[in-house]
């Protein structure tokens, strides 16, 4: 059974640029959600995906869109990078059948923004 | 709106020591509480899910407990293998998926 992967592992990234997040959901997972873990700190809901649509989103600002693929697999995308926007972003998959709710993550890709 | 609360925020043991860490919620319609482990530099990884006050999950030397106001999870015997974070979320009935997380505790276990 593969994992959940996330690519890329450490990026940075200078104010105002725009950064594509990918993650490839664990095999048979439908769902995939997205999350922003400040240092110190739990992570934070960006938003979820399902049957390609967004089903779900937390308090992000729309620079923060996504986008999940028939495969299943999902892109996060921040345009006009913040300062604050640096953080661990944390793709989990999930699946409805069973509905049991639990949440697999991937490694993350840190993001530091300068 | 959801909130999950930690406490405390790290906890230092020798090995061998018992303790409980604390996770105080409050959610609208509770369809499950969670338990996370992260290590440093890794993704959380999921331990248990508990539904409904008076449930209780073991694995190994961890046991979680869910009240209607709080979930417990219980530490025995602890090695120095099991530092890490521990992460508490829970998920509305009507939340559309979301977690909401604590901060966490972070344990450290000496030999």
């Known amino acids: 059974e593969t994992g959940v992967t996330q690519s890329p592992t450490h990026l940075i990234k200078t104010r105002g640029q725009q950064v594509t997040l990918r993650c490839s959901s664990q095999?048979?997972?439908?769902?995939v959600s997205w999350y922003q873990q400040a240092l110190g700190q739990g992570p934070q809901f960006i938003f979820q995906?399902?049957?390609?649509?967004?089903?779900g989103r937390g308090n992000f600002p729309p620079r923060f869109s996504g986008l999940q693929f028939p495969n299943y697999s999902s892109e996060l995308n921040v345009n006009a990078l913040e300062l604050d926007d640096s953080a661990l972003y944390l793709c989990?998959?999930?699946?409805?059948?069973?509905?049991?709710?639990?949440?697999?993550f991937g490694e993350g890709s840190r993001l530091t923004v300068l | 709106e959801d909130q999950v609360t930690q406490s405390p925020e790290a906890l230092r043991l020798q090995e061998g020591e018992s303790s409980s860490l604390n996770c105080s919620y409050t959610?609208?319609?509770?369809?499950?509480l969670f338990w996370y482990r992260q290590d440093p530099g890794k993704g959380p990884e999921f331990l248990f899910t508990?539904?409904?006050a008076g449930e209780e999950k073991e694995k190994e030397r961890l046991k979680a407990t869910l009240t209607k106001k709080e979930s417990f999870l219980h530490i025995t015997a602890p090695k120095p293998e099991d530092s890490a974070t521990y992460l508490c979320?829970?998920?509305?009935?009507?939340?559309?998926?979301?977690?909401?997380f604590g901060d966490g505790t972070t344990l450290t276990v000496k030999p």
């Open positions: 989990a998959s999930s699946t409805t059948s069973g509905n049991t709710g639990e949440l697999f």
């Open positions: 095999s048979g997972h439908n769902t």
């Open positions: 995906y399902y049957r390609e649509e967004e089903n």
């Open positions: 959610v609208s319609g509770l369809r499950g």
């Open positions: 508990l539904y409904s």
């Open positions: 979320a829970v998920q509305a009935a009507a939340g559309a998926g979301k977690s909401t």
